[in-house]
Nanobody
Framework: VQLVESGGGMVQPGGSLTLSCTAS????????MSWVRQTPERGPEWLSA????????HYADSVKGRFTISRDNAKNTLYLQMNSLKPEDTALYSC???????????WGQGTQVTVYG
């Protein structure tokens, strides 16, 4: 199983980014998937998840209303649309299999998001 994130970068507060997570060896539509982020200071933080069977989405309070998780089954790709970015959103963002930090197993290497200004 390999998960590869892309789409990170540097953006000013209030800006937007869309992260992608492509999978090999894993059918995203058949697995619950999450986005998580981590910093050396705060450690890992679960952000959002999408359920395999129903497509139901879940969000942490810190990103609710600003971030949107989605997937493209044909491309076997998971997305995280991030709007109204804040400096505190600066972190390494990874996709992972599972619905919560406790239940995730496979993680990607991550893509860095830096919100400056």
């Amino acid at each position: 199983v390999q998960l590869v994130e892309s789409g990170g970068g540097m953006v000013q507060p209030g800006g937007s980014l869309t992260l992608s997570c492509t999978a090999s060896g894993l059918i995203l539509a058949s697995n619950d998937m999450s986005w998580v982020r981590q910093t050396p200071e705060r450690g890992p933080e679960w952000l959002s998840a999408i359920e395999a069977s129903t497509g139901t989405t879940h969000y942490a309070d810190s990103v609710k209303g600003r971030f949107t998780i989605s997937r493209d089954n044909a491309k076997n790709t998971l997305y995280l649309q991030m709007n109204s970015l804040k400096p505190e959103d600066t972190a390494l963002y990874s996709c992972a299999r599972g619905l919560s930090l406790r239940t995730t197993d496979y993680w990607g290497q991550g893509t860095q998001v830096t919100v400056y200004g």
